[in-house]
T-cell receptor, first 113, second 113 residues
Framework: ETGVTQSPTHLIKTRGQQVTLRCSSQSGHNTVSWYQQALGQGPQFIFQYYREEENGRGNFPPRFSGLQFPNYSSELNVNALELDDSALYLC????????????FGPGTRLTVT | GESVGLHLPTLSVQEGDNSIINCAYSNSASDYFIWYKQESGKGPQFIIDIRSNMDKRQGQRVTVLLNKTVKHLSLQIAATQPGDSAVYFCAEKYSGNTGKLIFGQGTTLQVKP
């Protein structure tokens, strides 16, 4: 186990709704990255947070937003959900400035109907 | 484009044999590479990493080889066990400050008893 936790484990939402996913990073880690993994695909980078600021973003629209808190935990918010947002959302924590190793949580399975 | 490709979608090996999983990456500026193992219903699990200034790195039963000339990465698993059955992803990090990882599509490793 990596020590990275995510909640909830599963979630079902309706198109147009908003969702908030949560992640607690591994103890001692200061950076959180979020990824979207569609079924049968590799994870796609959404964004990364370091010192409570966005530190890099992938090709995702602005309706995907995030936060990082002083305790390094993080939230991923998705507005105006679309059917294609159905995926496994993974967060990964790392220690910026020391290592590029990223340790993943178990993910949140989001289904949009 | 941003892609890390894998040569074979599925690899089937006999228990006790050695496994070799290959990966082709597209960005010659990438400076860091990671192999992850993902079991069904779980997040990716870190296996081994290698920096671009290295050609080979060994871990417990695993070896990663990097050939920058042909932009090729491989993961060798010695004495493959049933517990090694999973999807394996290689990921690359472009040089620079962000920790964005670019993942390939994954190779499914099936270990036959």
């Amino acid at each position: 186990e990596t020590g990275v936790t995510q909640s909830p484990t599963h979630l079902i939402k309706t198109r147009g709704q908003q969702v908030t996913l949560r992640c607690s990073s591994q103890s001692g880690h200061n950076t959180v990255s979020w990824y979207q993994q569609a079924l049968g695909q590799g994870p796609q980078f959404i964004f990364q947070y370091y010192r409570e600021e966005e530190n890099g973003r992938g090709n995702f629209p602005p309706r995907f937003s995030g936060l990082q808190f002083p305790n390094y935990s993080s939230e991923l918010n998705v507005n105006a959900l679309e059917l294609d947002d159905s995926a496994l959302y993974l967060c990964a924590s790392s220690l910026k400035g020391v290592s590029y190793e990223q340790y993943f949580g178990p993910g949140t399975r989001l289904t949009v109907t | 484009g941003e892609s890390v490709g894998l040569h074979l979608p599925t690899l089937s090996v006999q228990e006790g044999d050695n496994s070799i999983i290959n990966c082709a990456y597209s960005n010659s500026a990438s400076d860091y590479f990671i192999w992850y193992k993902q079991e069904s219903g779980k997040g990716p699990q870190f296996i081994i990493d290698i920096r671009s200034n290295m050609d080979k790195r060994q871990g417990q039963r695993v070896t990663v080889l990097l050939n920058k000339t042909v932009k090729h990465l491989s993961l060798q698993i010695a004495a493959t066990q049933p517990g090694d059955s999973a999807v394996y992803f290689c990921a690359e990090k472009y040089s620079g400050n962000t920790g964005k990882l670019i993942f390939g599509q994954g190779t499914t490793l099936q270990v036959k008893p």
